[in-house]
């Protein structure tokens, strides 16, 4: 390679720019735009204006927040299209390009979806979105990338753990620890990225609201679509991840971090199927957890029957659960009916104790999580 | 949202998914695939076979290692290329659907060439590719994701750290810094992830080839392509840089991390462009550092002068530099041709110590890169 072809690979970042505005003049090129990309925009009643150069396609949609639009093509092979409002918050969504589901060059990607997603996020105001802010006024916790040998799985996993900005301050102090889990078809980059959890963390802590704790986010081995893996029953979905975090992720964690390891300074939460497995693993490891959280849980048996003969009878004897388990978190947007509000319904008529928590005008969709995220960490490690 | 639509949520991770196989049947689907996807595969020897639906298509090429393929369709809108045998090593890549150069949705992506790019690894052996490899055998550090704010920028920047295993079992020990840059148009992340430098340091540390250091990875201001930025000159292009790493990160890093803060203890490398804002802040700052890598470095007036004159005449005193640069690495692949060899022997005729490697079959890419670090990290903070 010579020095000019060397120049000539930076075209290859350019083809994603030769895309140029002219509409609304109160749109803004999106946050989470790749650098210098001025499309997606998003206009102050919160539509999003999407554009992409296909020369010779006949036909480009976009698919975002439950909706297909089609773009129209400015006879130079430039397509545009305007959105409805949509929902505040972050969205994963694709382009169609003559029935090709790709993703926008234009917008940064996510892990959502079972592949490394478009992503755009309509912002809230400063005031609303100040929880998961980062404040250059607090003191910052870091988030550690580690790499674990699983003995269950025989191969190295991954997680991305939090530590509160005091734990390299004290340097013999222990810490309760939360296990937070992602949902189906995400992986365990969802909180750090999506869920902005460091940012919800450590203005939770520098507030006084929130204890200093450890937050580790694993893989749920639920990092693709139900139905991608041929043969896969339902029941198996997801759950080799059971006897991974107990034989393999909290031993690890234990070992490597200063943790508190009683049951008493251990939690876990979920979102969505991560929720699931959240009551999947707590219910059946009382010994282990003493806090827990569902947000959006896709916790269907627990709206619809007797929870008392569910999860082997955990529920049965009320007075004996409410005194082990010090939280039980319930959390859902009001724009979902995943059946979040049934399933507290169902626990207090059989006597357990829950915090409900409904987030006004969110969907199944991680502006709920992070709110849901932010009620429950000032709740653990408390109540004793 | 009720249960059913919960679950058509996943369809859209199924796009993807759609396409099976019919081909060579030594190929395997690629280690940098998102989960479950068959495609893309690598052959026994090496080719790339690539695979996306795309019904409506007229055209779809795939554009990977310098050279289009054209993919055929199978008549029922799968499309389909193998290529010719591809060098080893993580190539970035793209499709082009009807003109609209996009990602391939079954490749997981990473940042490169300014934005979220298709990736695939073609492997080498298991022994070739041991010391990027990760061994359940040695001590593991951890890579901690950074916040901090910038005072030179007034906003909040992150970093990658890598902290070496026996950082946590040394709790007031003091480490070494090596700041290590990525290339044009990729960004803080490319080190850990395209790099595995996580894996390269920890096997050259458990091997005793190399001391244990802490590792700080940085956006280099230069994450976007030269060119996407309306009216910038080429002298601009990652100049805001040189201020934000004397000024903001040095003294983050020195005041977050138990670092040894004098010049013999600091080190600096980067690729590419990196490998050019390396001897630019390295060069203006004797006084701080003391071992510096060049990795395919765009460094075109080191190739092209008399390097007496260049850099306010650092190298004008050869005896005087050599004892003040303990290490001055130039490396570069067989198969490129950015100057690197005719940098070292200016330097070299100017009476100027280097070390120089040479990366067979490699070419401007992460493999070259990966082996430069490998070459490099052995040699640094020894020879006081």
Same mark, same amino acid.
């Given at each position: 390679?010579?020095?000019?072809? @060397?120049?000539?690979? !930076? !075209?290859? =970042?350019?083809?994603?720019?030769?895309?140029?505005?002219?509409?609304?003049? +109160?749109?803004?090129?999106?946050?989470? &735009?790749?650098?210098?990309?001025?499309?997606?925009?998003?206009?102050?009643? &919160?539509?999003?204006?999407?554009?992409?150069?296909?020369?010779?396609?006949? #036909?480009?949609?976009?698919?975002?927040?439950?909706?297909?639009?089609?773009?129209? /093509? +400015?006879?130079?092979?430039?397509? %545009?299209?305007?959105? +409805?409002? !949509?929902?505040?918050?972050?969205?994963?969504? =694709?382009? #169609?390009?003559d029935g090709a589901r790709v993703n926008d060059p234009s917008s940064r990607t996510v892990y959502g979806c079972g592949l490394d997603m478009s992503y755009i996020e309509i912002p809230e105001t400063a005031e609303e979105a100040a929880y998961y802010t980062y404040n250059k006024d607090v003191q910052h916790g870091q988030v550690r990338l580690c790499q674990y040998w699983s003995n269950v799985e025989q191969k190295q996993r991954q997680c991305y753990v939090y530590t509160p900005a005091e734990y390299e301050q004290n340097p013999t102090k222990r810490y309760p620890v939360l296990y937070l889990q992602h949902g189906m078809a995400e992986n365990e980059t969802g909180w750090h990225i999506q869920g902005r959890m460091a940012n919800i963390m450590d203005n939770n802590i520098a507030s006084g609201k929130a204890v200093p704790m450890i937050v580790v986010m694993d893989n749920g081995n639920c990092d693709y679509g139900f139905g991608s893996k041929p043969g896969e029953q339902f029941n198996e979905f997801g759950a080799s991840f059971y006897k991974v975090i107990v034989e393999d992720i909290i031993p690890y964690i234990d070992a490597t971090f200063r943790t508190l390891t009683d049951r008493e300074n251990r939690a876990m939460a979920g979102l969505s199927w991560g929720g699931f497995q959240t009551f999947n693993t707590t219910m059946a490891n009382i010994d282990k957890f003493s806090h827990v959280g569902s947000f959006s849980g896709a916790i269907f048996s627990l709206a619809a029957g007797d929870v008392k003969t569910l999860y082997d009878g955990v529920f049965a004897d009320a007075d004996k659960f409410n005194s082990q388990i010090?939280?039980? @978190?319930?959390?859902?947007?009001? #724009?979902? /009916?995943?059946?979040?509000?049934?399933?507290?319904?169902?626990?207090? =008529?059989?006597?357990?104790?829950?915090? *409900?928590?409904?987030? #006004?005008? %969110? =969907?199944?969709?991680? !502006?709920?999580?992070?709110?849901? @995220? &932010?009620? @429950?960490?000032?709740?653990? *490690?408390? /109540?004793?």
């Amino acid at each position: 390679m010579n020095t000019k072809s @060397f120049f000539a690979l !930076l !075209l290859c =970042a350019m083809g994603a720019m030769t895309v140029y505005a002219q509409d609304a003049v +109160d749109a803004k090129p999106a946050s989470t &735009n790749v650098p210098m990309a001025q499309y997606p925009k998003v206009t102050a009643d &919160n539509r999003g204006v999407f554009r992409i150069s296909a020369p010779k396609a006949q #036909e480009v949609v976009v698919d975002i927040c439950g909706k297909k639009y089609n773009m129209t /093509n +400015d006879g130079q092979g430039v397509w %545009t299209a305007t959105t +409805d409002p !949509l929902v505040v918050g972050p969205h994963y969504y =694709a382009l #169609e390009i003559d029935g090709a589901r790709v993703n926008d060059p234009s917008s940064r990607t996510v892990y959502g979806c079972g592949l490394d997603m478009s992503y755009i996020e309509i912002p809230e105001t400063a005031e609303e979105a100040a929880y998961y802010t980062y404040n250059k006024d607090v003191q910052h916790g870091q988030v550690r990338l580690c790499q674990y040998w699983s003995n269950v799985e025989q191969k190295q996993r991954q997680c991305y753990v939090y530590t509160p900005a005091e734990y390299e301050q004290n340097p013999t102090k222990r810490y309760p620890v939360l296990y937070l889990q992602h949902g189906m078809a995400e992986n365990e980059t969802g909180w750090h990225i999506q869920g902005r959890m460091a940012n919800i963390m450590d203005n939770n802590i520098a507030s006084g609201k929130a204890v200093p704790m450890i937050v580790v986010m694993d893989n749920g081995n639920c990092d693709y679509g139900f139905g991608s893996k041929p043969g896969e029953q339902f029941n198996e979905f997801g759950a080799s991840f059971y006897k991974v975090i107990v034989e393999d992720i909290i031993p690890y964690i234990d070992a490597t971090f200063r943790t508190l390891t009683d049951r008493e300074n251990r939690a876990m939460a979920g979102l969505s199927w991560g929720g699931f497995q959240t009551f999947n693993t707590t219910m059946a490891n009382i010994d282990k957890f003493s806090h827990v959280g569902s947000f959006s849980g896709a916790i269907f048996s627990l709206a619809a029957g007797d929870v008392k003969t569910l999860y082997d009878g955990v529920f049965a004897d009320a007075d004996k659960f409410n005194s082990q388990i010090h939280t039980l @978190f319930i959390g859902t947007g009001s #724009e979902e /009916n995943l059946g979040s509000q049934k399933v507290n319904d169902n626990l207090n =008529a059989a006597g357990i104790k829950t915090h *409900f928590y409904l987030s #006004e005008g %969110t =969907a199944h969709e991680w !502006l709920t999580w992070r709110r849901c @995220f &932010n009620q @429950f960490v000032p709740l653990i *490690f408390k /109540n004793k």
